[in-house]
């Protein structure tokens, strides 16, 4: 099983034609994410889910057919989210000094001119999702129309990579696993409100996931209950997408925080390395995302992510100077019955950069414990009535999914796996 996933893991990552939409779960429910993003995508949608279900996921997804007009994602996901009993007055403590700390660094590389605030600044801006091909190409023609030769001035990623690393710290949390014979005693209470679950795949108190009600253990040491999460994931996405004449590198690294799986704050380091490949110009930037999460209780859900709250400009090696557009995301889960959620999102709630705000409607129902289905609806910017559907099967170690993506989508489908390790 091991070896297989590896497999799928280097062939989704080398393969130029793979396309997926930031994660099958998240789009199999319309996008309507922001506030459930409780496995290893988070990073996209809200960063604040990475401290939701402990443990360490390994995830890939990849396309099976149908291109579309959209930049997409092959995408690799990495998430640890581990736990310790807390206070809570030391976890908000802990949070304010962790705030302290991001707040003076982001006035630092301020004012070293690196990274700036997104809002109410001037200029133009694109959406993550567009590409970037026709401005940067138009930059070209500019210069040869006033009779120059269009500037070509190489970025250095390694330069670049070595003065990221001078200007960051580095930080680990290592917490021990406690409670075993506890966790292995009560673990088959989680198939309660199932009835039913497979014997290819039955619960794991250390990978709990979607399917997982870690307050359901009458030991109140094997719940969240006065315990705080810490986590960190590293997504990466890659994506060569011949019809937008772009081909587009993301890069996050993440880091989230959590107390009794109620509330939770993250954010993502974003790093994106683009290049046109007509022009064979390369262009390099990057941003930081923050999220947060409320769960009032099992059944009711709240999510907020803002998307490129500070910015450097993506510069091209011709000149060319562009940045992602912030966006406000807000989301609402509800859960009727344990085996059903759910949910709408609103992105681009205050519709920066003259951009209408988008609808996302999303359903999940986990029939059985191990599998889920899921429908979808949302209106884009490309198109409205987007609809989406989708099916995750857990199968021992491993979560199977599959997402078929209708509308502005081109018919896509996708799949994913991820690795409860």
């Known amino acids: 099983m091991k070896k297989i996933l590896g497999v799928l893991i280097i062939i989704s990552l080398f393969a130029n034609s793979a396309l997926a939409i930031y994660a099958p779960r998240a789009m199999g429910m319309g ?6 993003a409780d496995d290893a995508f988070a990073a996209y949608w809200n960063p604040a889910g990475f401290a939701i279900n402990p443990g360490v996921d390994l995830a890939g997804s990849y ?3 149908n291109r579309n007009t959209l930049i997409g994602d092959n995408t ?3 998430k640890g989210c581990f736990e310790i009993g807390m206070n809570p007055f030391a976890w908000v403590a802990g949070i304010g000094l962790a705030t302290m700390f991001a707040y003076e660094g982001a006035k630092y590389l301020s004012d070293k001119d690196i990274v700036k605030k997104n809002w109410g600044r001037p200029g133009e801006k694109v959406a993550k999702e567009e590409s970037m091909a026709e401005d940067v190409k138009a930059e070209d023609e500019k210069q040869k129309a006033e009779g120059k030769e269009p500037v070509r001035e190489p970025i250095s990623r ?3 990579a070595k003065k990221a690393v001078k200007e960051s710290g580095k930080a680990a949390i290592h917490v021990g696993s406690k409670f075993a014979e506890a966790a292995l005693r009560e673990v088959t ?3 309660r409100p199932y009835y039913y679950a497979p014997h290819w795949y039955r619960p794991n108190y250390y990978r709990p996931t979607y399917w997982d009600d870690r307050y359901v253990y009458k030991e109140k040491e094997l719940t969240p209950a006065g315990k705080a999460q810490f986590a960190m994931g590293i997504t990466v996405m890659s994506d060569q997408n011949a019809i937008l004449d772009q081909d587009t590198n993301w890069y996050s690294l993440s880091f989230a925080s959590g107390y009794s799986e109620v509330v939770a704050l993250g954010g993502n380091i974003n790093v994106y390395d683009l290049k046109i490949p007509s022009l064979n110009v390369k262009g390099v930037g990057a941003g930081l995302d923050i999220g947060g999460l409320v769960r009032i209780s099992d059944s009711l859900m709240f999510g907020l992510a803002v998307k490129e709250l500070l910015t450097t400009d993506i510069k091209f ?3 060319t100077i562009k940045r992602y557009q912030m966006s406000v995301n807000g989301g609402i889960a509800i859960k009727p019955i344990k085996q059903a959620t759910l949910a709408m999102d609103v992105h681009n709630m205050f519709e920066q950069n003259n951009q209408a705000a988008s609808m996302h409607y999303g359903l999940e129902v986990r029939p059985i414990y191990g599998v889920a289905l899921r429908a979808g609806l949302s209106d884009t910017a490309q ?4 609809k989406t559907a989708g099916i995750s099967v857990g199968v021992g170690q491993m979560i199977i999914d599959y997402t078929y993506l209708g509308g502005a989508y081109n018919r896509t489908q996708m799949v994913g ?5």
Do not use: D, M
């Not at 198109?383 to 987007?386: D, E, K, V």
């Open 317 to 319: 090696e011709n000149g």
């Open 189 to 191: 209470i989680q198939t």
């Open 417 to 421: 796996a991820t690795w409860k390790i």
């Open 76 to 78: 690799f996901a990495l």
């Open 383 to 386: 198109a409205r009535q987007n």
């Open 63 to 65: 396309q099976l057919t």
């Open 31 to 36: 996008g309507a994410f922001t506030a459930i």
């Open 158 to 160: 390694k330069a670049i």
